[in-house]
């Protein structure tokens, strides 16, 4: 069975070089939906409790709400963040506090403290589907991610063999160690 969630994340990027408007600087609402697939934890019935999917995906999508995505090899860039540094908001200011960790994987780097995210590949529907897997792929048994912008819409699906424990109080991945952070239950 499967644990689902969607959330919606605001964005700007363009695709550089794309032979098209697109290749103008322009924005979206994103909306990001992921499927948790496992057998339901008897304890709570539940595959996955999807508030908690939320937080899990949340922390780290964060970083792409209010932010600017753009590929790493764009003149753009250094041209915003120079803007960025003259403003005196380019290590962050006070009311930017929607901020995921500072991640840094292959796909992509976030710049949390200038609401920036730096891509390998150009972000594209399917673009934001291979970096939000490779981010989450470890935490939760993830069977498929849909990923909605403006008109364009993609998804992936996505062997989930392997086995997280989960509290069987509140459904939740236990730690390593067998112990859940969030009602202290001790497998
Ligand atoms: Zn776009
Ligand atoms: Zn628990």
């Known amino acids: 069975m499967r644990s689902i969630t969607t959330f919606d994340i605001q964005y700007a990027h363009r695709f550089y070089k794309f032979q098209g408007e697109a290749q103008y600087l322009h924005g979206h609402t994103g909306t990001l939906t992921i499927e948790v697939e496992d057998n339901v934890e008897m304890g709570v019935n539940m595959v996955y409790p999807c508030n908690e999917i939320q937080k899990v995906a949340w922390n780290y999508i964060k970083n792409f709400d209010h932010a600017l995505i753009l590929r790493e090899d764009d003149p753009l860039l250094p041209a915003i963040l120079d803007v960025y540094e003259k403003q005196g908001i380019k290590d962050g200011s006070k009311n930017n506090t929607l901020k995921g960790p500072a991640f840094d994987t292959e796909l992509a780097k976030a710049y949390p403290d200038c609401r920036l995210v730096v891509t390998k590949e150009t972000l594209t529907v399917e673009g934001m589907i291979k970096i939000v897997y490779d981010l ?12 909605t912008s403006g008109c364009n819409a993609a998804s992936a699906e996505f062997d989930t063999a392997k086995k997280i424990d989960r509290c069987p109080l509140c459904g939740v991945a236990l730690d390593e160690n067998g112990h859940c952070y969030k009602c202290g239950y001790q497998k």
């Open 136 to 147: 989450l792929k470890d935490k939760l048994n993830i069977a498929k991610i849909t990923f």
